[in-house]
Protein backbone atom coordinates (compact mmCIF):
# COMPACT_ATOMS: atom_id res chain seq x y z
CA UNK A 1 0.00 0.00 0.00
CA UNK A 2 1.11 3.59 -0.86
CA UNK A 3 1.75 5.89 2.22
CA UNK A 4 0.36 9.34 0.79
CA UNK A 5 2.51 12.43 2.09
CA UNK A 6 0.91 15.38 3.31
CA UNK A 7 3.98 17.28 3.96
CA UNK A 8 7.65 16.44 2.47
CA UNK A 9 10.93 18.41 3.35
CA UNK A 10 14.35 17.97 1.36
CA UNK A 11 17.21 19.85 2.23
CA UNK A 12 15.04 22.71 3.54
CA UNK A 13 17.27 25.63 4.64
CA UNK A 14 16.30 28.95 6.49
CA UNK A 15 19.28 31.58 7.03
CA UNK A 16 19.56 34.95 7.74
CA UNK A 17 22.84 36.42 6.93
CA UNK A 18 26.00 34.17 8.34
CA UNK A 19 23.07 32.45 10.57
CA UNK A 20 21.67 29.03 9.47
CA UNK A 21 18.37 28.74 11.58
CA UNK A 22 17.30 25.58 9.95
CA UNK A 23 19.86 23.75 8.58
CA UNK A 24 19.05 21.24 5.82
CA UNK A 25 16.18 18.91 7.39
CA UNK A 26 14.11 16.12 5.87
CA UNK A 27 11.36 14.50 6.29
CA UNK A 28 7.42 13.00 5.56
CA UNK A 29 4.72 13.25 7.11
CA UNK A 30 1.74 10.89 6.25
CA UNK A 31 -1.90 11.62 5.63
CA UNK A 32 -3.11 10.91 9.50
CA UNK A 33 -0.22 10.67 11.33
CA UNK A 34 0.27 12.71 14.40
CA UNK A 35 4.05 13.79 14.00
CA UNK A 36 5.90 15.24 17.18
CA UNK A 37 8.24 18.40 15.93
CA UNK A 38 10.81 18.75 18.98
CA UNK A 39 13.23 20.67 20.24
CA UNK A 40 14.51 23.18 22.73
CA UNK A 41 14.42 27.19 22.25
CA UNK A 42 16.25 28.40 19.56
CA UNK A 43 16.63 24.91 17.79
CA UNK A 44 14.94 26.01 14.41
CA UNK A 45 11.50 24.76 14.68
CA UNK A 46 9.23 27.58 14.73
CA UNK A 47 11.32 28.82 11.78
CA UNK A 48 10.76 25.00 10.26
CA UNK A 49 7.05 25.36 10.76
CA UNK A 50 6.47 28.97 9.37
CA UNK A 51 8.34 27.96 6.26
CA UNK A 52 5.84 25.21 5.64
CA UNK A 53 2.80 27.49 6.82
CA UNK A 54 3.69 29.63 4.13
CA UNK A 55 4.86 32.37 6.35
CA UNK A 56 7.98 32.55 5.56
CA UNK A 57 9.82 31.49 2.15
CA UNK A 58 12.60 29.15 2.45
CA UNK A 59 16.66 29.98 1.75
CA UNK A 60 16.84 26.22 -0.08
CA UNK A 61 15.77 23.07 -0.69
CA UNK A 62 12.16 21.75 -1.34
CA UNK A 63 9.19 21.63 0.59
CA UNK A 64 5.59 20.57 0.17
CA UNK A 65 2.40 20.99 2.15
CA UNK A 66 -0.96 19.54 0.72
CA UNK A 67 0.90 18.91 -2.33
CA UNK A 68 1.99 22.78 -2.84
CA UNK A 69 5.52 23.78 -3.32
CA UNK A 70 6.31 26.14 -0.49
CA UNK A 71 7.92 28.86 -2.30
CA UNK A 72 5.38 29.59 -5.16
CA UNK A 73 2.06 28.51 -3.81
CA UNK A 74 1.57 29.42 -0.32
CA UNK A 75 -1.41 30.99 -0.58
CA UNK A 76 -2.90 28.00 -1.76
CA UNK A 77 -1.16 26.29 1.23
CA UNK A 78 -1.83 28.88 4.15
CA UNK A 79 -6.13 28.11 2.82
CA UNK A 80 -5.37 24.37 3.00
CA UNK A 81 -4.01 24.20 6.58
CA UNK A 82 -5.32 24.60 10.07
CA UNK A 83 -3.01 26.53 12.83
CA UNK A 84 -2.74 27.60 16.37
CA UNK A 85 -0.37 29.31 18.12
CA UNK A 86 0.32 29.12 21.58
CA UNK A 87 0.60 33.01 21.44
CA UNK A 88 -2.02 34.17 19.31
CA UNK A 89 -5.14 32.27 18.21
CA UNK A 90 -8.43 34.13 19.11
CA UNK A 91 -9.38 37.67 19.15
CA UNK A 92 -10.04 38.12 23.04
CA UNK A 93 -12.75 41.04 22.11
CA UNK A 94 -14.84 38.78 20.28
CA UNK A 95 -17.32 36.45 21.34
CA UNK A 96 -16.78 32.99 20.84
CA UNK A 97 -19.28 32.87 17.77
CA UNK A 98 -17.56 36.57 16.43
CA UNK A 99 -14.00 34.65 16.29
CA UNK A 100 -15.91 31.19 14.12
CA UNK A 101 -17.70 33.71 12.08
CA UNK A 102 -14.58 35.57 11.64
CA UNK A 103 -12.03 32.84 10.65
CA UNK A 104 -14.69 31.08 9.15
CA UNK A 105 -15.05 34.40 6.48
CA UNK A 106 -11.17 34.24 6.26
CA UNK A 107 -11.11 30.23 5.10
CA UNK A 108 -14.21 31.52 2.25
CA UNK A 109 -16.85 29.75 4.19
CA UNK A 110 -20.40 30.43 2.93
CA UNK A 111 -22.68 31.87 5.80
CA UNK A 112 -24.66 28.89 5.85
CA UNK A 113 -21.94 26.57 6.21
CA UNK A 114 -20.37 28.83 8.86
CA UNK A 115 -23.74 29.10 10.72
CA UNK A 116 -23.85 24.95 10.60
CA UNK A 117 -20.31 24.50 11.98
CA UNK A 118 -20.65 27.03 14.95
CA UNK A 119 -23.39 24.80 16.19
CA UNK A 120 -21.61 22.01 15.51
CA UNK A 121 -18.52 23.01 17.61
CA UNK A 122 -20.17 24.71 20.20
CA UNK A 123 -22.20 21.64 20.88
CA UNK A 124 -18.77 19.38 20.98
CA UNK A 125 -17.38 21.90 23.43
CA UNK A 126 -20.52 21.92 25.80
CA UNK A 127 -20.45 25.81 25.07
CA UNK A 128 -23.60 26.55 23.81
CA UNK A 129 -24.30 28.39 26.81
CA UNK A 130 -21.19 30.35 26.12
CA UNK A 131 -21.73 31.52 22.54
CA UNK A 132 -22.01 35.26 23.17
CA UNK A 133 -19.51 35.43 25.59
CA UNK A 134 -16.36 37.31 25.05
CA UNK A 135 -13.03 34.81 24.45
CA UNK A 136 -11.06 36.80 27.23
CA UNK A 137 -13.85 35.75 29.79
CA UNK A 138 -13.21 32.38 29.54
CA UNK A 139 -10.87 30.17 31.65
CA UNK A 140 -7.46 29.45 29.96
CA UNK A 141 -8.51 25.75 28.90
CA UNK A 142 -11.58 26.35 27.42
CA UNK A 143 -9.60 29.13 25.24
CA UNK A 144 -7.40 26.39 23.98
CA UNK A 145 -9.73 23.82 23.08
CA UNK A 146 -11.87 26.79 21.24
CA UNK A 147 -8.74 27.55 19.65
CA UNK A 148 -8.15 24.15 18.22
CA UNK A 149 -11.48 23.94 17.04
CA UNK A 150 -11.61 27.17 15.36
CA UNK A 151 -8.22 25.96 13.65
CA UNK A 152 -10.24 22.84 12.32
CA UNK A 153 -13.11 25.06 11.94
CA UNK A 154 -12.69 25.14 7.44
CA UNK A 155 -11.83 21.07 8.00
CA UNK A 156 -8.38 21.07 6.90
CA UNK A 157 -6.33 17.86 5.62
CA UNK A 158 -3.56 19.22 7.56
CA UNK A 159 -3.17 21.81 11.63
CA UNK A 160 -0.41 23.01 12.73
CA UNK A 161 -0.06 23.09 16.53
CA UNK A 162 2.24 25.62 17.80
CA UNK A 163 2.69 24.57 21.59
CA UNK A 164 -0.73 24.33 22.42
CA UNK A 165 -1.27 22.89 25.44
CA UNK A 166 1.37 25.83 26.97
CA UNK A 167 0.05 26.87 30.96
CA UNK A 168 -3.05 24.49 30.84
CA UNK A 169 -3.72 22.03 33.93
CA UNK A 170 -3.05 18.30 33.31
CA UNK A 171 -6.77 17.68 33.05
CA UNK A 172 -7.02 19.97 29.85
CA UNK A 173 -4.39 18.73 28.67
CA UNK A 174 -5.56 15.02 28.35
CA UNK A 175 -9.08 16.16 26.84
CA UNK A 176 -7.17 18.20 24.07
CA UNK A 177 -4.85 15.44 23.49
CA UNK A 178 -8.14 13.37 23.44
CA UNK A 179 -9.46 16.00 20.99
CA UNK A 180 -6.21 15.41 18.45
CA UNK A 181 -6.25 11.60 18.33
CA UNK A 182 -9.87 12.21 17.19
CA UNK A 183 -8.70 14.61 14.62
CA UNK A 184 -6.60 12.45 13.64
CA UNK A 185 -8.53 9.20 13.49
CA UNK A 186 -10.95 11.15 11.20
CA UNK A 187 -7.92 11.80 8.40
CA UNK A 188 -6.83 15.22 9.57
CA UNK A 189 -2.23 15.65 9.82
CA UNK A 190 -0.82 16.68 12.70
CA UNK A 191 2.08 18.64 12.67
CA UNK A 192 2.84 19.34 16.87
CA UNK A 193 5.77 20.95 18.38
CA UNK A 194 5.68 20.44 22.69
CA UNK A 195 7.99 21.02 25.23
CA UNK A 196 6.11 18.63 27.33
CA UNK A 197 8.29 15.25 26.78
CA UNK A 198 5.11 12.89 28.48
CA UNK A 199 3.00 14.57 25.05
CA UNK A 200 6.00 13.26 22.82
CA UNK A 201 4.74 9.83 23.78
CA UNK A 202 1.21 10.58 22.09
CA UNK A 203 2.79 11.02 18.88
CA UNK A 204 2.79 8.64 15.84
CA UNK A 205 6.60 9.71 15.22
CA UNK A 206 8.94 12.05 16.77
CA UNK A 207 11.71 14.62 14.70
CA UNK A 208 13.64 16.26 17.60
CA UNK A 209 15.78 19.48 16.32
CA UNK A 210 19.32 20.39 18.13
CA UNK A 211 21.06 23.40 16.34
CA UNK A 212 18.44 23.56 13.18
CA UNK A 213 19.27 19.95 12.51
CA UNK A 214 16.99 16.77 13.13
CA UNK A 215 19.53 14.96 15.51
CA UNK A 216 16.86 11.78 15.78
CA UNK A 217 13.57 11.19 14.16
CA UNK A 218 11.49 7.72 14.77
CA UNK A 219 8.75 6.87 16.87
CA UNK A 220 8.72 7.28 20.54
CA UNK A 221 9.31 2.97 21.04
CA UNK A 222 12.09 3.52 18.10
CA UNK A 223 14.12 6.60 20.26
CA UNK A 224 13.87 5.06 23.49
CA UNK A 225 15.10 1.67 22.26
CA UNK A 226 18.02 3.96 20.55
CA UNK A 227 19.22 5.26 23.43
CA UNK A 228 18.78 2.74 25.60
CA UNK A 229 16.02 4.46 27.79
CA UNK A 230 12.40 4.17 29.43
CA UNK A 231 11.82 8.38 29.10
CA UNK A 232 11.49 10.47 26.17
CA UNK A 233 13.06 12.92 28.72
CA UNK A 234 16.22 11.18 29.00
CA UNK A 235 16.01 10.79 24.88
CA UNK A 236 15.87 14.51 24.51
CA UNK A 237 18.12 15.37 27.30
CA UNK A 238 20.89 13.20 25.87
CA UNK A 239 20.73 14.82 22.53
CA UNK A 240 20.01 18.69 23.60
CA UNK A 241 23.18 18.41 25.92
CA UNK A 242 25.21 18.58 22.70
CA UNK A 243 23.42 21.46 21.41
CA UNK A 244 26.32 24.58 20.48
CA UNK A 245 23.83 27.77 20.10
CA UNK A 246 21.23 28.81 22.85
CA UNK A 247 19.15 31.39 21.10
Known amino acids: MEHKYTITADQLTKQFGDFIAVDHISFAVQQGEIFGFLGA????KTTAMRMLCGLSLPSSGKATVAGYDVFTQTEQIK???GYMS??????????VTENMRFYGGIYGMRIA????RAKEILAQLHLQGEKDTL???LPLGWKQKLAFSVAMFHRPGIVFLDEPTGGVDPITRREFWEMI???AAAGTTIFVTTHYMDEAEYCNRVSIMVDGQIAAMDTPA?????FATDSMETVFLQLARKAVRTE
Open 181 to 183: YAA
Open 79 to 81: QSI
Open 135 to 137: VKS
Open 113 to 116: AIKD
Open 222 to 226: GLKKQ
Open 41 to 44: NGAG
Open 86 to 95: QKFSLYEDLT
